[in-house]
C-alpha cells in the first residue's frame, strides 16, 4: 500500500539558495510523488499537485472548475463560514462553461498571435523610448520602475484605450490586489477605486468610442457591469505578469553571465530563451481548482468538491518532463510549458506578452553591454510567497558610462 505523502503548510517565503527556485517545501513534495495530499487552514482535505503530466491533465479537464464560489478553501487562510460569491461579472478567469464562454470568445480574435505580431513595432518604439530615458538620466537605476512596468504599462493601456496618464494610480491598485501584502481594508479599497475608475472609463466610451478593444466590444450584447470586469481581469494581467517577467528575468539573467553571453552573442536565442525563461521563473506560481465530480488522478480518486492545487512552478520543473530542471538553460528546446496554464483557461494574452519580451530582452542588452546588478544579488528584494505573482519589488542596476 502507498502511503500518501501530506503536506500541512504552504511557505510563505522561499529559502537560501537561488532565488528563482521553487520553495523547497514543495520540491520535497514533488519529489515524494507528483501529488501529494494537503490539508487547508480550515481542515479540509484537498491535494496538492506538483507534477508536469497531472497538472497539464487537470488544466485540461473541464470536471476541475475554476468557479470563484466554490473556491471555499484558502491554502493560507480559514474562511470559517464565509460564503464565497460568484466571481462578478466580467471576471472570467474565475468562471466556467456558458459564463467564461461568454466573456471569453469575443475577445480570443483580439490576441491572436498575428494581431499581437502587429504591434511589434509599436513594442520597439515603446522600449528604445524608455531605454533613451535610462541612457539619459544615466546609471544607476531600479529596472522596475524604469523599464519592467512602464513597457506593459503602456502596451495594456493603448490595446485597451485607457488614457495612460490615469496609469500611476490604477497601477497602484492593481498591485494592492497582487502584493501579497495589502490588507483587506486596502484591498477593498483598491477595488472600490477601481471599479469606479472603471465605470468613468465604460462611460466615456460610449460617448465617444476610440480604436481599441475596449471600444470594440461595445457592439456587442455585454453590459455596462460585464466591461467593467472584463477590463479589470485584462488590464491587471497585463500590467504585472509581464512587468514582473522583464524584471525577474533580467535578474535571472544577470545572475547566469554564461547564458547572458549566449544571448548577447545570438540574437537568434531570443525565441526560446524567453520560453526558458518563462519555464525556469514561473512567476504566476499556484491556481487552485475544485472537482464536480469524483475524478482519477495519478491513481488517485479525488471526491467531489475537493480543492486541488496545482503547482506551476514546479511542474515547470519536473525532471520527468524537463532535463535538468533547475538549470537555466536558454538553448532548451524540449517546449510545453505551462507557465501559460493549459486548456479553455489558458491565459488570452501570452502572445501580447511574448513580442513585449522579445523585444524588450534583447533591446535592454544590446543597449547596455555593461548592464549589472548595483546590489550585491542578496539584497535584491523579492516579492513574498504570498504574492499572486512571483516577482522583485526592485531591481537596481548599474552599466559603464
Avoid at 129 to 152: N, S, Y
Wanted: hydrophobic letters at 40%; a negative charge.
Amino acid at each position: 500500500m502507498t502511503v500518501e505523502h501530506t503536506v500541512t503548510t504552504l511557505p510563505t517565503t522561499r529559502g537560501p539558495g537561488c532565488p528563482f527556485d521553487p520553495p523547497a517545501e514543495l520540491v520535497e513534495a514533488q519529489e515524494h510523488g507528483p501529488i501529494s495530499r494537503f490539508t487547508f487552514p480550515d481542515g479540509h482535505r484537498g491535494w496538492l499537485v506538483t507534477g508536469y503530466d497531472l497538472v497539464r491533465a487537470a488544466l485540461g479537464d473541464r470536471r476541475f472548475s475554476s468557479r470563484k464560489e466554490l473556491m471555499r478553501h484558502h491554502p493560507l487562510i480559514d474562511y470559517g463560514d464565509v460564503e464565497v460569491p460568484p466571481a462578478p461579472p466580467g471576471e472570467f478567469l474565475l468562471m466556467d462553461g456558458p459564463r467564461h464562454a461568454r466573456y471569453r470568445k469575443p475577445l480570443v480574435g483580439k490576441f491572436t498571435v498575428r494581431r499581437m505580431r502587429q504591434l511589434t513595432e509599436r513594442v520597439e518604439r515603446i522600449t528604445a523610448d524608455h531605454l533613451d530615458a535610462m541612457e539619459k538620466a544615466g546609471p544607476p537605476t531600479d529596472l522596475v520602475t524604469a523599464f519592467a512596468k512602464p513597457i506593459p504599462a503602456i502596451v495594456i493601456c493603448e490595446l485597451l484605450g485607457v488614457p495612460y496618464e490615469d496609469r500611476g494610480s490604477f497601477q497602484a491598485h492593481v498591485e494592492s490586489f497582487v502584493s501579497g501584502e495589502a490588507s483587506d481594508e486596502d484591498l477593498m479599497a483598491a477595488y472600490v477605486a477601481t471599479q469606479a475608475y472603471l465605470a468613468e472609463l465604460v462611460a466615456a466610451k460610449r460617448a465617444n468610442p476610440t480604436d481599441d478593444v475596449l471600444s470594440d466590444l461595445l457592439d456587442s450584447d455585454l453590459t455596462d457591469e460585464e466591461l467593467r470586469g472584463i477590463s479589470l481581469l485584462l488590464l491587471a494581467a497585463g500590467l504585472d505578469t509581464t512587468a514582473n517577467m522583464l524584471a525577474l528575468g533580467t535578474f535571472a539573467l544577470l545572475r547566469d553571465p554564461a547564458q547572458l553571453a549566449a544571448l548577447r552573442a545570438d540574437p537568434a536565442l531570443t525565441d526560446r530563451a524567453v520560453e526558458e525563461l518563462l519555464r525556469y521563473l514561473s512567476v504566476a506560481k499556484m491556481f487552485m481548482r475544485t472537482t464536480l465530480e469524483d475524478v482519477e488522478l495519478g491513481g488517485r480518486t479525488i471526491e467531489a468538491g475537493t480543492t486541488v492545487l496545482l503547482s506551476y512552478n514546479t511542474a515547470n520543473r519536473d525532471p520527468e518532463h524537463f532535463p535538468d530542471p533547475h538549470v537555466l538553460d536558454l538553448r532548451r528546446d524540449d517546449g510545453g510549458h505551462l507557465a501559460f496554464g493549459h486548456g479553455v483557461h489558458q491565459c488570452l494574452g501570452q502572445q501580447l506578452a511574448r513580442v513585449e519580451m522579445r523585444v524588450a530582452f534583447p533591446s535592454l542588452l544590446n543597449r547596455f553591454p555593461t548592464l549589472r546588478l548595483a546590489v550585491p544579488e542578496e539584497e535584491v528584494v523579492l516579492r513574498p510567497e504570498t504574492a499572486d505573482i512571483y516577482g522583485v519589488k526592485s531591481l537596481p542596476v548599474t552599466w559603464d558610462v
